[in-house]
């Protein structure tokens, strides 16, 4: 069980993250969900003890800060910024990271194979891509295999294709019953991943919910930019405002706000209109 | 504390070995150390060869040879040992790679202790390629070298060039940045080699400084401990420093080599021990 109370993290004057308390079950999986400095990532951070904070936090019963090394023995972590040596091979850092938590060079191996870095062993960490990397901290993660996960973005430079085999594999490790505390602004993601989502915005928690709930509680909001065929901009802006959107054409298509939860009442509407979509794009 | 978190949190040995192996690797594999380390030994053998004109053979010519070596190391190991030591916590920290590090179950002290034996093993490395190079052009060159002299004078570099990274790495605990930590380093550098010498000498014309205050002045600075002590373990006399020299001599007589050394460690432990305590209390990651 992991247990945050009254977890304050100030840098001089301000506040990044304030008295926030969360506990997380064993097996269970949480998404800290929030903006760009809502504060996940110091959340995260400080769980793994690299921050000095006010409030406590434990880790099966360890103090995050006085038994941080103990603590770390239980958490795998993936990083948002993944920091790698340069210069060392893919094989060299995991058997590095394995060296530093004494596990047998095997489990190298296994974790190789298990997010299929096979082809890319050999090749230096800066030669890597962002999904390559990805992997590897992934692997490195996953050596110990450990009852806790810390993902922080964890598929934040993954294209839409490596994105869905990331998520395939988290969503498999989280059917294993380990802890997972997932740091995310996409939301679909968030529900594929989790049972529990803890929003934060300036520091703060402001919603604890389902994750399927999240959107309605957050009243969540979304951009659809439809491209109609046939160059129907005037009629699609007209037939979205008769259905009460807010609506608005730009240089090649149409803006529509729509609640995050029910986009296809906008194209419903549209297709009452007989108006034709070409192409779409959901902006948040 | 639980067993459990007991026999998890103490220092663990084991653990620095590895961080002190992949600090080593990554030192002798990078493009700098070569540089540095091809540079030192380039510039060594070059002095052993031009200290060595013909005819100049035996004793005369190891103690010119020697004292080459002794004005080099005094001038390169410490901006090698400043700046290696000035880009290892700061760089760390700057690229990232410090938090994945301390993302494992290790502790700070294991880490600070591990990167400083890592690098100071890189320099035990760098000066016995550079001895070893200026040694074997000087027997080719028949320069009669006094094996025990040669010796005493590449442990004593030795020991500059931990007190000097142990220097940088206090810088580094205290730099926000790599090139913040980098500036301050060469400015040290700087200071202790070239402002301390002629500082010490141009205070002691405009000020008429007693010789004892000139000569603890003097070996207060690292470098110039160094390069008493070399010169002594060459020679056994400091007539070449003049009156401070002569003081030295008959004030310390046998204790000056051992006082010397002294001071070398005690600024090869002292930083370090400063920048230990500042890491492990530690910045934020």
């Known amino acids: 069980m992991i247990d945050l109370h009254n977890l304050t993290k100030r840098y001089g004057s301000q506040i990044v993250v304030d008295d926030v308390s969360i506990t997380v079950e064993r097996s269970e999986s949480v998404a800290l969900w929030g903006p760009n400095g809502a504060g996940k990532t110091t959340i995260v951070r400080c769980i793994l003890g690299m921050l000095a904070y006010e409030g406590t936090i434990t880790i099966d019963g360890l103090d995050a800060h006085s038994q941080g090394k103990a603590a770390r023995r239980l958490m795998g972590y993936v990083p948002q910024e993944l920091a790698f040596y340069p210069d060392l091979t893919v094989v060299e850092t995991l058997d590095f990271s394995a060296a530093l938590r004494r596990l047998p060079a095997t489990r190298v191996d296994e974790m190789i194979d298990l997010v299929d870095l096979g082809p890319h062993v050999e090749k230096r960490v800066r030669e890597l891509s962002g999904g390559l990397k990805q992997r590897l901290g992934l692997a490195a993660a996953l050596l110990p295999d450990p009852p806790v996960l810390l993902l922080d973005e964890p598929t934040s430079n993954l294209d839409a294709a490596a994105r869905e085999a990331a998520v395939a594999l988290l969503h498999d490790l989280r059917e294993q019953g380990r802890i997972m505390i997932v740091t995310s602004h996409h939301l679909e993601e968030v529900g594929m991943l989790v049972d529990r989502v803890v929003a934060l915005e300036a520091g703060r928690v402001t919603v604890e919910c389902p994750p399927n709930q999240l959107a309605e509680r957050l009243r969540l909001r979304a951009w659809l930019h439809l491209v109609p065929a046939h160059a129907a901009i005037d009629a699609a802006v007209a037939a979205l405002r008769d259905g009460g959107f807010d609506a608005r054409a730009n240089s090649y298509g149409v803006l529509v706000e729509v609640s995050a939860q029910s986009k296809g009442l906008a194209l419903e509407t549209l297709r009452s209109a007989g108006i034709e979509i070409a192409d779409l794009e959901v902006w948040r | ?285």
């Open chain 2, 1 to 285: 504390m639980t067993t459990r978190a007991a026999a998890a949190s103490h220092f663990d040995v084991d653990l620095v070995a590895t961080i002190a192996r992949k600090e080593l690797r990554d030192a002798v594999r990078a493009r700098w150390f070569w540089l540095y380390a091809v540079g030192f030994a380039g510039l060594a053998a070059l002095l052993a060869t031009v200290a060595l004109p013909r005819g100049i053979a035996g004793s005369v010519g190891f103690g010119r040879t020697a004292a080459s070596l002794v004005a080099l190391v005094q001038l390169v190991l410490p901006l090698i040992a400043l700046t290696l030591g000035a880009q290892s916590i700061a760089g760390q920290a700057e690229r990232g790679t410090l938090r994945f590090l301390l993302s494992h179950p290790v502790t700070r002290s294991e880490v600070f202790v591990g990167t400083y034996a890592g690098l100071a093993s890189a320099l035990v490395a760098l000066c016995g390629f550079g001895f070893g190079v200026a040694g074997l052009v000087a027997s080719a060159r028949n320069a009669g070298i006094d094996a025990g002299a040669f010796v005493r004078i590449a442990i004593l570099s030795l020991l500059l060039a931990w007190a000097m990274l142990a220097l940088g790495m206090l810088i580094s605990t205290f730099a926000s940045k790599g090139a913040t930590a980098l500036g301050t380093a060469v400015f040290l550098w700087l200071a202790l080699v070239f402002l301390g010498e002629l500082g010490i000498m141009g205070t002691a014309v405009a000020t008429r400084l007693p010789v004892d205050v000139l000569f603890l002045s003097a070996v207060a600075n690292p470098v110039e401990a160094f390069r008493i002590a070399a010169l002594s373990a060459l020679s056994g006399s400091l007539d070449v420093l003049g009156p401070a020299g002569t003081y030295a001599v008959d004030t310390y007589g046998r204790a000056l080599e051992p006082l010397l050394v002294g001071i070398l460690v005690a600024w090869a432990v002292v930083p370090v021990m400063v920048a230990w305590r500042r890491f492990v209390r530690g910045r934020d990651l």
